[in-house]
C-alpha cells in the first residue's frame, strides 16, 4: 500500500469562541491510502487542547504510513489496526485518521459503505444534529438561533463559561426566545466549580436546557459523577471520558458520554464505548472538532446509535473543502456510496 499527505487550512466562516479560547482557523492533515488503484481519505485536525500542531501531526501520520506499508491489503491493515497488539499506539487522532482511510478503502474494495462493513443490514444512517452557537452577546447568539431554526436546525448547542455567568444565562435566554421548540444543549466546556454549577443548572433547566456537557474542569471524574447524581439536567462527560476506561468508569454514573472519535481513537473506539455503556442509563452523544466533512464523515456513519448528535464542525467552515454529509437543512446523513460517500470538491465548487 502507498500513502501521501496534504496540509490544508481550513478557516471558518466567523471566530468561535468558547470558555478556554477563540478559533478563527485549523489545520488539516489528509491522509490517503492507496492500493490497487483505488484511494482511502482520512482527516487529522490541529488541536491546542490535545497537543497536535500540524508539524507534529504530520510526522506522526508518516510514521503510520511506514506501519502500513508492511501489510499486503488495507483489509490486514485494519484487523490489525483493531486488534488490540499494537505498541507504541500513535495520538487518538491520528488513529482515527488511520482508521477512517482504510475504512474508507475497504469499503470501495467491497463496494459498501462503511456503516454496512460495520453492519451489513445497516440503513443509511441520518440524525439531526445540533449546531453550536458560541460565547457571543445575547441579541447576536438569539439572531443566529432564529435563522438556524428557519434552516431546519432543530438542536441547538449553546456554548457557556463566560466570566460573567449572567452572561450565560442571558444568551440562553435569548436563544430560547428566538428558538422556542428548539431542543438547547449546553456546554461550559468544564468552566464551572461544583458551587457554580449547582447554582446556575437549576436555572438552566428551568429554562428547558436538555442536557449539560461537562461542566466541571476536567481531571476530577468522581466529582463530575457526583454532580450528575443532584443534577437538575442530564450531565454529559466529554472531557472527562476519553477512551473505553474511562466509559467504564463513568457507566451509569454520569447521564451521557460524548464520544469524539479524534478523541478515543476512531470507530473502532467509539463501538466499544457504546457496547460499555449499553443498558447502563448513560447514553451516547456523537462530538466532533471542526473538521471537514471528511473528519466528520466516519461519526456519521454511526449517528443512528446515539441519543444526541452534535456533528457540526464543518458547518463552521467558510469553505469545506469535501461534501457527502449534508447537514446543511440540520440533518447529517450518510449515503450508499462505498466507503465514507464523500469527494473533494474543487476550489471553485468550494467558493460556490
Known amino acids: 500500500m502507498k500513502t501521501s499527505q496534504r496540509t490544508v487550512r ?24 492507496e492500493h490497487d488503484g483505488q484511494h482511502g481519505h482520512g482527516e487529522a485536525v490541529t488541536s491546542l487542547y490535545y497537543g497536535l500542531d500540524a508539524d507534529t501531526l504530520g510526522r506522526l501520520l508518516h510514521a503510520e504510513s511506514r506501519w502500513l506499508a508492511r501489510f499486503p491489503d488495507p483489509e490486514t491493515a485494519l484487523g490489525a489496526l483493531r486488534d488490540g497488539t499494537r505498541q507504541a499506539a500513535a495520538p487518538p487522532a491520528v488513529t482515527a485518521a488511520v482508521e477512517s482511510a482504510l475504512l474508507d478503502l475497504v469499503g470501495k474494495r467491497a463496494g459498501v459503505p462503511v456503516h454496512r462493513l460495520l453492519d451489513p443490514d445497516a440503513a ?51 436563544v430560547r426566545t428566538a428558538a422556542p421548540h428548539a431542543r438547547l444543549l449546553l456546554d461550559p466546556n468544564g468552566a464551572w466549580t461544583v458551587r457554580e454549577s449547582e447554582r446556575l443548572l437549576p436555572l438552566f433547566a428551568e429554562l428547558g436546557v436538555e442536557a449539560v456537557e461537562q461542566p466541571l474542569a476536567p481531571g476530577d471524574p468522581e466529582a463530575l459523577a457526583k454532580l450528575a447524581e443532584r443534577s437538575p439536567l442530564p450531565v454529559v462527560a466529554d472531557e472527562d471520558a476519553v477512551g473505553p476506561e474511562d466509559a467504564r468508569r463513568l ?22 464505548i457504546a457496547e460499555l455503556i449499553a443498558d447502563t442509563g448513560t447514553e451516547l452523544m456523537l462530538g466532533c472538532l471542526t473538521a471537514s466533512t471528511l473528519g466528520i464523515a466516519p461519526a456519521v456513519h454511526l449517528a443512528d446509535r446515539a441519543r444526541w448528535v452534535d456533528l457540526d464542525g464543518h458547518l463552521l467552515l467558510a469553505d469545506d473543502p469535501w461534501t457527502g454529509i449534508g447537514g446543511a437543512d440540520g440533518t447529517v446523513r450518510s449515503s450508499r456510496h462505498p466507503g465514507l460517500g464523500v469527494r473533494e470538491r474543487d476550489a471553485q465548487e468550494a467558493r460556490a
Open 10 to 33: 481550513l478557516e471558518l466562516t466567523e471566530p468561535l469562541r468558547i470558555s478556554r479560547s477563540t478559533m478563527a482557523a485549523r489545520e488539516a492533515v489528509w491522509l490517503t491510502v
Open 124 to 174: 443509511p444512517p441520518s440524525a439531526p444534529t445540533a449546531r453550536t452557537i458560541g460565547i457571543t452577546a445575547p441579541e447576536r447568539a438569539g439572531a443566529q438561533a432564529n435563522r438556524l431554526v428557519r434552516d431546519g436546525f432543530t438542536v441547538l448547542k449553546v456554548k457557556a463559561g463566560a466570566p460573567d455567568p449572567d452572561e450565560d444565562l442571558a444568551r440562553v435566554r435569548a
Open 251 to 272: 457507566a451509569g454514573r454520569v447521564h451521557g458520554i460524548n464520544v469524539k472519535l479524534v478523541k478515543c481513537g476512531g470507530v473502532g473506539a467509539a463501538l466499544r
